[in-house]
């Protein structure tokens, strides 16, 4: 996901020296006088980083206890997490009522604001009792607390953490019942326990809702797929079951409390029915024949899993699943499944075999079309938010369509450039050239 962070720093320098060049009496200005791409000399975000636009959202969270929906978007690459009060209200390009982790919505850089700044925020939950959001603070190696955002709205600082010793501790130490590895997912039940998959640790962890206010370090008081907090292995050191995971990389719960969790690298879905116990083994799976069973054939099917991403459960009990190998999310049921049941409804391709980014209409993008989708939410009405995270964009698909209406990220539904490319904006820039040949300059 920031594969291209490395370069970010190459190009600013780049900048500064095409922008250094000013004289005074005669002699070149050690200082830069304007800048090209951003606003001014302090700002730095790819594309001309505003607030309306998005950069790899990862995940979606929404809050459906009162009226209105709110909507919170990870937007993973910009650090930080927007949020917007009423999806129904929303119009294309409305500005977010809250950022979190950034002192404003022009800032996208890791640590926007000190210690207890984001770094590639991933997976998102809300409570169901109180509003609290949780953040999987992926490259910090933790999870963090805002209380209740939109009861809160000039706390832009999360005021708990999980994972780690305090806020000033950033690094995967050895696994025990306090620490976190690369946490993907999160999730709340209907008793208020939060669920963290631990991603980098091949496990699921607890924190019930009794201890969710201790001081850190908070220690969880349940660990699935591993047989103690010490252990890491992926399915246990052993072949794909019923009790292993591989690289957890969603979680989600349904009307039950029942425990749904993409198990990426197994290539499937697994569900832990309520209530869930030490030692607890999965009860159904989707995406594979059997519990033991792990891959995909060479063409998609409807029962395939190419790395399953962001889950939901929706009022009925269907199961969607975000997979962006295979630029789709797919729909199944979940009332007496075991194993294997096929999906039987598909975003973002026309079928259940074809998984090309943005069919029919690469290198844009569509309002059907998906370019690596990495979660999906459904609220009370059927309306269905996915995380479209090739296409920098999250879609608001109506109840019973297949096309998106809304678009959050975007302009339009055809745009698809990190941060929505702008006529002033510049995307790591290498090299300038000065007309000379007119006056005044171009700079």
């Given at each position: 996901m920031?594969?291209?962070?490395p ?9 500064f ?6 004289t ?11 800048a ?6 302090t700002?730095d ?5 505003q607030g309306v ?6 995940a979606i ?12 978007i ?12 009423d ?11 809250l ?8 800032y996208?850089q ?8 984001l770094?590639?925020?991933i997976?998102?939950?809300v409570d169901?009792t109180?509003g ?5 603070d992926?490259g ?12 809160n709205p000039?706390q832009?600082?999360?005021d708990?953490?999980y ?6 501790t ?9 620490s976190?590895n690369q946490p993907r997912?999160?999730?709340?039940d209907?008793a208020g ?11 699921l ?5 009794g201890?969710?206010?201790?001081p850190?370090?908070v220690?969880a008081d349940?660990?699935?797929?591993q047989?103690?907090?010490t252990?890491?292995?992926a ?6 079951s ?8 969603g979680?989600?719960?349904?009307g039950q409390?029942?425990l749904y ?8 879905v697994?569900?832990f029915?309520?209530p869930?116990?030490?030692g607890?083994s ?23 899993l190419?790395?399953?991403e962001?889950i ?7 199961l ?5 190998g ?9 009332s ?8 039987t409804?598909v975003?973002g ?15 844009l993008?569509s ?8 979660d999906?939410k ?5 309306n269905?938010f996915?995380a ?8 608001k698909i109506?109840a019973g369509a ?13 745009s698809?450039?990190?941060?929505q ?23």
């Amino acid at each position: 996901m920031k594969a291209t962070q490395p370069w970010r720093g190459v190009c600013a320098y780049s900048l500064f020296l095409a922008l250094s060049v000013g004289t005074v009496a005669g002699q070149i200005s050690p200082s830069a006088y304007r800048a090209l791409g951003q606003t001014n000399l302090t700002f730095d975000g790819l594309n001309l980083v505003q607030g309306v636009e998005l950069n790899s959202p990862n995940a979606i969270a929404l809050d459906t206890r009162g009226a209105q929906v709110h909507i919170y978007i990870s937007d993973s690459a910009n650090s930080r997490i927007l949020a917007w009060p009423d999806t129904a209200a929303y119009q294309i390009g409305d500005p977010p009522t809250l950022v979190l982790g950034q002192p404003g919505p022009q800032y996208s850089q890791s640590y926007g604001i000190g210690a207890k700044g984001l770094n590639t925020p991933i997976g998102l939950a809300v409570d169901p009792t109180n509003g609290n959001l949780y953040v999987a603070d992926y490259g910090n190696n933790r999870v963090v607390r805002y209380p209740s955002p939109f009861d809160n709205p000039t706390q832009i600082e999360p005021d708990t953490v999980y994972g780690q010793a305090s806020f000033n501790t950033f690094t995967a130490a050895t696994a025990s019942a306090s620490s976190m590895n690369q946490p993907r997912a999160v999730v709340v039940d209907f008793a208020g326990n939060l669920w963290v998959a631990d991603t980098g640790n091949n496990r699921l962890l607890r924190f019930s809702a009794g201890i969710l206010n201790n001081p850190a370090p908070v220690s969880a008081d349940l660990v699935i797929a591993q047989g103690g907090f010490t252990t890491t292995q992926a399915n246990g050191g052993g072949n794909p079951s019923a009790t292993g995971l591989s690289t957890p990389a969603g979680l989600a719960v349904d009307g039950q409390n029942n425990l749904y969790v993409s198990d990426f690298n197994n290539t499937r879905v697994v569900k832990f029915a309520a209530p869930i116990a030490a030692g607890a083994s999965a009860s159904a799976v989707w995406g594979e024949s059997s519990f033991s069973t792990r891959g995909v054939p060479p063409q998609a099917t409807s029962s395939s899993l190419g790395g399953p991403e962001g889950i939901t459960v929706d009022a009925k009990g269907n199961l969607y699943v975000a997979v962006p190998g295979d630029n789709r999310v797919l729909v199944f049921p979940t009332s007496g499944v075991t194993t294997g049941t096929p999906a039987t409804i598909v975003f973002g391709q026309a079928d259940f075999s074809t998984t090309t980014p943005n069919t029919g209409a690469f290198p844009l993008a569509s309002a059907s079309t998906l370019s690596g989708p990495t979660d999906v939410k459904v609220d009370p009405s059927g309306n269905v938010f996915i995380a479209d995270a090739g296409n920098n964009r999250v879609l608001k698909i109506p109840a019973g369509a297949k096309s998106a209406n809304q678009i959050w990220g975007q302009s339009d539904l055809v745009s698809n450039g990190a941060n929505q490319i702008k006529p002033s904006s510049i995307n790591f820039p290498y090299q300038i050239v000065i007309d000379y040949s007119q006056s005044p300059y171009a700079l």
